[in-house]
């Protein structure tokens, strides 16, 4: 039984992309000290639209566009509550994952009189981009080639995020706002606008998220289709702490895992007993992060 195949790197890099973007987005708004876990009802929310938009404009470009612009609306729940109102982010976010998962079931039915799952031939799927150069090259060409768009921008967004939080004054003032807000506000830096523009900032990659999720990998909505990722994306940027690269190695193991959940449902083995591979790996990290984060407090200085 191979299950480090072709098809296993191939699945394992298109099923990183979601989970990729979403630790993103929480990236950035670790950054600026709100904790962002609403990330799965973004993915949901930008998964929605982007199916909506491919459906009414027959391109899949719309289809991001609408994904994106709808994710940013919805984000800007968090940004106001967190920036004007002063409320908790985690209560926010919560709600925000509740009414994503109500809202996209009524719109389902509302616009397209459909309940469960979507489809329809006029909904324009995201084309994969062959390099014929590399495409026969063995595993390179299933890892490098056959993707979309959207993941090769994932790729090239988390260097662009690295480079901007750690190379650059705009990455300094983020990086500042989230460690002590007080000394930042002290040096001129408009707190509140910077937390909400950097949280509909994060709404865009988690509607990118979605439009990989919807139009890039099934071609259809299906009811509450983000299936965790968007709280896998949560561990992982905990497990990083707010780093773009190591949230984008940890991503690489959690897609390793769920493609492995698919192999061994292959095999023949219960999809009840598959599924749970990527959250029993998932926890594992999480408990193997803590016990190191108390190794780290308790070695002696």
């Known amino acids: 039984m191979n299950m480090l195949n072709a098809f296993t790197v191939n699945a394992t890099v298109q099923g990183m992309t979601p989970i990729l973007l979403a630790a993103l987005a929480g990236v950035l708004c670790g950054r600026v000290g709100v904790f962002n876990i609403a990330l799965e009802g973004k993915i949901l929310i930008g998964a929605f639209f982007a199916i909506a938009g491919s459906f009414y404009t027959g391109s899949a470009l719309g289809g991001i566009a609408a994904g994106m612009l709808a994710t940013m609306i919805f984000a800007s729940i968090l940004a106001l509550g967190v920036t004007r109102f002063g409320g908790d982010s985690i209560v926010i976010c919560i709600g925000m994952n509740l009414l994503a998962s109500g809202l996209t079931a009524y719109l389902l039915g509302q616009m397209f009189g459909q309940s469960g799952v979507f489809s329809d031939p006029a909904i324009a799927e995201l084309d994969r981009i062959v390099i014929p150069q ?131 449902q292959a095999q023949g083995l219960p999809n009840q007993l598959t599924d749970t591979v990527p959250y029993v790996i998932t926890l594992a990290a999480l408990v193997l992060g803590a016990l190191r984060g108390r190794r780290r407090r308790l070695a002696p200085a």
């Open 134 to 264: 590399i495409a026969t090259v063995p595993w390179i060409g299933w890892i490098l080639s056959r993707q979309t768009p959207i993941t090769y921008a994932s790729w090239v967004l988390v260097l662009v995020i690295a480079v901007i939080l750690f190379r650059t004054p705009l990455g300094l003032r983020l990086r500042g706002i989230g460690q002590n807000p007080d000394a930042a506000r002290t040096l001129g830096i408009d707190v509140d606008r910077t937390k909400f523009w950097t949280v509909i900032v994060a709404g865009a990659l988690c509607g990118l998220a979605g439009a990989q999720l919807s139009i890039g990998t099934v071609g259809i909505f299906a009811e509450d289709m983000s299936a965790g990722r968007g709280w896998i994306a949560v561990v992982a940027v905990m497990l990083a702490r707010d780093n773009p690269i190591w949230a984008a190695a940890v991503c690489l193991v959690f897609a390793f895992a769920d493609t492995l959940s698919v192999q061994l």
